[in-house]
């Protein structure tokens, strides 16, 4: 959201389109003033595996920057892993997560916060925008 609390108007030199070039320019002088930072969504996840598959599952989900919560034992020798991981890191985790238990796993995830991007991931980000802006 942008509020406006002061502006000239001059009756020869004042037109829409001036007055659109000069907020677009504030804006971008105003972001990048501001030192933006990027955010990404986190989720909790509780991922239900066969015991067997929690070594697998656990290193899986550190590999993806997620933190692992915790663990709950069910019947039937399933174990429930609970954490919280970056949403760009297990958008497609559902054929994964049937790899390695041989369609025996589920999940669920539901959006926790946001948090900083690490810089390292930020200059991936950065880098392939710039590419595909390059590209157009």
């Known amino acids: 959201k942008v509020s406006i609390y002061d502006g000239k108007h001059h009756p020869v030199d004042s037109k829409e389109v001036a007055f659109r070039a000069a907020g677009r320019e504030a804006f971008k002088d105003g972001v990048k ?5 990027l955010l990404e969504p986190i989720v909790n ?6 015991a067997e598959n929690v070594g697998d599952i656990t290193g899986d989900l550190a590999s993806k920057r997620g ?12 174990i429930v892993i609970k954490a919280q991981v970056p949403l760009s890191e297990v958008t497609q985790y559902n054929s994964q997560l049937k790899s390695v238990t041989g369609g025996r796993g589920s999940y669920s995830m539901t959006l926790s916060h946001y948090e900083l991007v690490p810089p390292n991931v930020q200059q991936q980000i950065v880098a392939q925008y710039t590419k595909k ?4």
Not at 133 to 136: F, G, L, T, W
């Open 67 to 78: 933190r692992v919560q915790g663990q709950d034992i069910l019947a039937g020798n399933f």
């Open 45 to 50: 996840m509780e991922v239900t595996v066969p």
């Open 133 to 136: 802006k390059v590209s157009e």
């Open 33 to 37: 003033n501001a030192k933006p930072v």
